[in-house]
């Protein structure tokens, strides 16, 4: 799987390029600019693409803006946005476009290879990795008078929050030590109580999830 | 309809006529006693100075005198809308009695103040005076007329001046009467302008030469300080949260790291257990570093500006909040982030005490003046108090010569609008775009 990189700090750049190799990705770019990533992602085709959200040459959202005007060009293209702070107005830009094989994540979760990885795959494969936090933000956002959402038992709100994140019923599962047929009955459970219609598109699902939680009150 | 607006007009000339003849009458009556008390004793404390004694009672007197002068300032403000700036040179803190009258006496402002007294005394009465002695002059031109003549003539040959028409019978009453009647109209209309007159003498004496600019002055230099305050505070937090939260996590980590070198070969399920809260530990440094930075200079602003930082504000809050936006560049960034806390103050204030569960922002440039509304439908009764959220976020923003109100009637709505004067300039582009191959 080839991946274009895009980071400024050589430590972390450095960092991310031997993690990802070791768990058998091809890196065809690691950049370290706006101007250089626009013309990897425009030239090198990549199966995905790992973004740091701020880029030189000027330090605000360069990372951000090149992700999002190269999935203008090729909709769909898997990108993996990485960042220091995770923002909700962030977030609804990627999303906003309903392709899916969108990324979002806080850079501390490089702590976690395994589960980083498994993020990029999953992004890679047209699916979504969100952060927890942008979720947490979303639900603490929307909880205060949802009806829908309050009818949720916490084992269910459980299973939506990393349903949220984009994890598959067997990453679920993985996650909260059940099987995979609970969570399949949970998530059943929650698409009846929020008035979702059930899809057996994994990739579907979760968007349908955020739209759920980031619509307007 | 037209009639009645005029007669409500009329109604309002003559009470503001009245107010101001008493108010003219209560400051000639009341404050010369006062005036003279003060400069005698002034006149008193500085001939002791050679003896000593007045290095005791300068400080005092002076003291006295500037606080009846403050009076009067206020007075002025009140009652004639005339502001006169207070200009005095700072007294330094635990000064003794003779620093303390040097400092007085150096001070120019401390002479005006003695000027004033004499000029108060004078000119200052008579001008206070002249306001209720038109107004009420013409009343006893009336009574003359009316029949007072007879107690003042008391037969052919005597004469009673009113003014300078001579009476001597009911005819040169009446003519008594026409005079009094033209004083009436002229009193009507110039009454409050006389009181007016009367305070700008206090002003030109007591206001000094330079009022406007030495008001800038002082307002600069408290605002100055204030800024120096509120940065060497805030360096004082980021310090305080740096040593207790990302420092001591960081050494907590180093030494389980050594364990962990010292473990690993020994007892390695010990240090498995160490390695993931060493782990833990990181991860929390990291989240404490995130917070320090979003209070210093929040990542959306430094990415996005004032428009997207406050959206993104809007978005973390726990009520739903309607944004609009419309600015065309982005101001200086220091107005930017004293723009963006100060929102974020008032939505935390809106949000802690108000009770609303929706609000409105909105940000706008117009005339060179950035301009933030908070709206919240709570139960209002907000104010700007001393020590209070909404004080401080006032006193930041004086820094820029920006400036707070608060519309808070009890019941709600709460408005708070702040206004900061500043430019709006281009941003710069995102190199991406600038290649032009995306297309954006």
């Given at each position: 799987?080839?991946?274009?990189?895009?980071?400024?700090?050589?430590?972390?750049?450095?960092?991310?390029?031997?993690?990802?190799?070791?768990?058998?990705?091809?890196?065809?770019?690691?950049?370290?600019?706006?101007?250089?990533?626009?013309?990897?992602?425009?030239?090198?085709?990549?199966?995905?693409?790992?973004?740091?959200?701020?880029?030189?040459?000027?330090?605000?959202?360069?990372?951000?803006?090149?992700?999002?005007?190269?999935?203008?060009?090729?909709?769909?293209?898997?990108?993996?946005?990485?960042?220091?702070?995770?923002?909700?107005?962030?977030?609804?830009?990627?999303?906003?476009?309903?392709?899916?094989?969108?990324?979002?994540?806080?850079?501390?979760?490089?702590?976690?290879?395994?589960?980083?990885?498994?993020?990029?795959?999953?992004?890679?494969?047209?699916?979504?990795?969100?952060?927890?936090?942008?979720?947490?933000?979303?639900?603490?956002?929307?909880?205060?008078?949802?009806?829908?959402?309050?009818?949720?038992?916490?084992?269910?709100?459980?299973?939506?929050?990393?349903?949220?994140?984009?994890?598959?019923?067997?990453?679920?599962?993985?996650?909260?030590?059940?099987?995979?047929?609970?969570?399949?009955?949970?998530?059943?459970?929650?698409?009846?109580?929020?008035?979702?219609?059930?899809?057996?598109?994994?990739?579907?699902?979760?968007?349908?999830?955020?739209?759920?939680?980031?619509?307007?009150? | 309809?037209?009639?009645?607006?005029?007669?409500?007009?009329?109604?309002?000339?003559?009470?503001q006529?009245?107010l101001a003849?008493v108010q003219g009458?209560v400051l000639?009556?009341v404050m010369?006693?006062?005036?003279?008390?003060?400069?005698?004793?002034?006149?008193?404390?500085?001939?002791?100075?050679?003896?000593?004694?007045?290095?005791?009672?300068?400080?005092?007197?002076?003291?006295?005198?500037?606080?009846y002068a403050r009076a009067r300032r206020e007075l002025a403000a009140e009652w004639g809308g005339v502001v006169i700036?207070v200009?005095?040179?700072?007294?330094?803190?635990?000064?003794?009695?003779?620093?303390?009258?040097?400092?007085?006496?150096?001070?120019?402002?401390?002479?005006?103040?003695?000027?004033?007294?004499?000029?108060?005394?004078?000119?200052?009465?008579?001008?206070a005076?002249?306001?209720?002695?038109?107004?009420?002059?013409?009343?006893?031109?009336?009574?003359?007329?009316?029949?007072?003549?007879?107690?003042?003539?008391?037969?052919?040959?005597?004469?009673?001046?009113?003014?300078?028409?001579?009476?001597?019978?009911?005819?040169?009453?009446?003519?008594?009467?026409?005079?009094?009647?033209?004083?009436?109209?002229?009193?009507?209309?110039?009454?409050p302008?006389?009181l007016t007159?009367h305070f700008r003498?206090t002003r030109?004496?007591l206001?000094?030469?330079?009022?406007?600019?030495?008001?800038?002055?002082?307002?600069?230099?408290?605002?100055?300080?204030?800024?120096?305050?509120?940065?060497?505070?805030?360096?004082?937090?980021?310090?305080?949260?740096?040593?207790?939260?990302?420092?001591?996590?960081?050494?907590?980590?180093?030494?389980?790291?050594?364990?962990?070198?010292?473990?690993?070969?020994?007892?390695?399920?010990?240090?498995?257990?160490?390695?993931?809260?060493?782990?833990?530990?990181?991860?929390?440094?990291?989240?404490?570093?995130?917070?320090?930075?979003?209070?210093?200079?929040?990542?959306?602003?430094?990415?996005?500006?004032?428009?997207?930082?406050?959206?993104?504000?809007?978005?973390?809050?726990?009520?739903?909040?309607?944004?609009?936006?419309?600015?065309?560049?982005?101001?200086?960034?220091?107005?930017?982030?004293?723009?963006?806390?100060?929102?974020?103050?008032?939505?935390?204030?809106?949000?802690?005490?108000?009770?609303?569960?929706?609000?409105?922002?909105?940000?706008?440039?117009?005339?060179?003046?950035?301009?933030?509304?908070?709206?919240?439908?709570?139960?209002?009764?907000?104010?700007?108090?001393?020590?209070?959220?909404?004080?401080?976020?006032?006193?930041?923003?004086?820094?820029?010569?920006?400036?707070?109100?608060?519309?808070?009637?009890?019941?709600?709505?709460?408005?708070?609008?702040?206004?900061?004067?500043?430019?709006?300039?281009?941003?710069?582009?995102?190199?991406?775009?600038?290649?032009?191959?995306?297309?954006?």
């Amino acid at each position: 799987m080839r991946v274009v990189l895009a980071e400024d700090l050589f430590l972390l750049r450095d960092g991310l390029v031997r993690m990802l190799t070791a768990y058998g990705f091809e890196i065809a770019a690691a950049v370290e600019s706006g101007p250089e990533l626009a013309k990897a992602l425009e030239e090198l085709t990549p199966d995905v693409a790992v973004v740091d959200v701020r880029l030189p040459p000027t330090h605000t959202d360069e990372g951000l803006q090149c992700a999002l005007a190269a999935r203008r060009t090729r909709p769909g293209l898997p990108v993996l946005v990485l960042s220091q702070h995770v923002e909700q107005l962030y977030a609804r830009e990627l999303l906003a476009d309903g392709n899916g094989a969108i990324g979002y994540l806080l850079k501390d979760r490089v702590f976690d290879a395994e589960q980083f990885v498994d993020a990029v795959r999953r992004v890679a494969a047209g699916g979504t990795a969100m952060d927890p936090q942008v979720i947490q933000q979303l639900l603490s956002r929307r909880s205060a008078e949802d009806r829908p959402l309050a009818r949720l038992t916490p084992r269910e709100r459980e299973v939506l929050e990393l349903m949220a994140q984009g994890r598959s019923n067997a990453g679920i599962a993985a996650q909260l030590v059940v099987t995979e047929r609970a969570v399949a009955k949970h998530t059943s459970n929650i698409f009846a109580k929020l008035g979702l219609e059930v899809s057996d598109d994994d990739n579907r699902r979760v968007l349908a999830v955020l739209a759920y939680l980031d619509q307007d009150r | 309809m037209n009639t009645d607006v005029q007669r409500d007009d009329f109604r309002a000339r003559t009470r503001q006529a009245v107010l101001a003849a008493v108010q003219g009458l209560v400051l000639a009556l009341v404050m010369p006693p006062v005036t003279v008390l003060c400069l005698a004793f002034t006149v008193m404390s500085l001939e002791l100075l050679p003896l000593g004694l007045g290095l005791f009672l300068v400080p005092p007197v002076l003291g006295a005198v500037r606080r009846y002068a403050r009076a009067r300032r206020e007075l002025a403000a009140e009652w004639g809308g005339v502001v006169i700036p207070v200009v005095y040179r700072p007294v330094p803190p635990g000064a003794g009695p003779w620093t303390h009258t040097v400092t007085l006496l150096r001070d120019p402002q401390t002479w005006r103040d003695l000027l004033w007294l004499l000029t108060d005394m004078t000119a200052g009465t008579v001008t206070a005076l002249l306001p209720a002695v038109l107004l009420f002059f013409p009343v006893q031109g009336f009574l003359v007329a009316a029949g007072l003549w007879r107690a003042y003539v008391h037969g052919p040959g005597d004469t009673y001046w009113y003014a300078f028409v001579p009476v001597t019978g009911q005819a040169t009453a009446l003519l008594a009467a026409v005079l009094a009647a033209v004083l009436l109209v002229v009193a009507h209309r110039f009454t409050p302008s006389l009181l007016t007159a009367h305070f700008r003498l206090t002003r030109a004496v007591l206001g000094g030469g330079r009022g406007d600019l030495t008001e800038r002055v002082r307002v600069l230099t408290e605002t100055r300080r204030d800024a120096v305050d509120t940065s060497a505070a805030e360096l004082r937090r980021i310090e305080r949260d740096l040593h207790d939260g990302a420092q001591a996590r960081l050494v907590a980590m180093g030494m389980d790291l050594g364990t962990i070198e010292m473990l690993v070969e020994r007892d390695p399920a010990a240090a498995k257990e160490l390695i993931a809260r060493a782990r833990r530990n990181s991860a929390e440094a990291l989240e404490e570093l995130r917070d320090l930075v979003r209070g210093i200079h929040p990542p959306v602003l430094a990415e996005r500006g004032l428009g997207d930082a406050v959206r993104a504000l809007a978005l973390r809050l726990p009520l739903p909040a309607e944004v609009s936006v419309e600015l065309s560049g982005r101001a200086e960034a220091p107005v930017e982030s004293a723009a963006y806390f100060a929102v974020n103050e008032v939505l935390t204030n809106a949000v802690k005490h108000s009770g609303a569960d929706r609000v409105w922002i909105d940000v706008h440039h117009t005339d060179g003046r950035l301009r933030l509304t908070v709206t919240d439908n709570g139960r209002g009764g907000a104010a700007a108090r001393a020590g209070s959220g909404l004080a401080g976020v006032e006193r930041r923003l004086g820094t820029f010569d920006g400036v707070l109100a608060v519309s808070s009637p009890a019941g709600g709505p709460t408005m708070v609008t702040m206004e900061i004067p500043c430019v709006l300039s281009w941003p710069k582009t995102s190199s991406c775009c600038a290649t032009g191959w995306c297309g954006c």
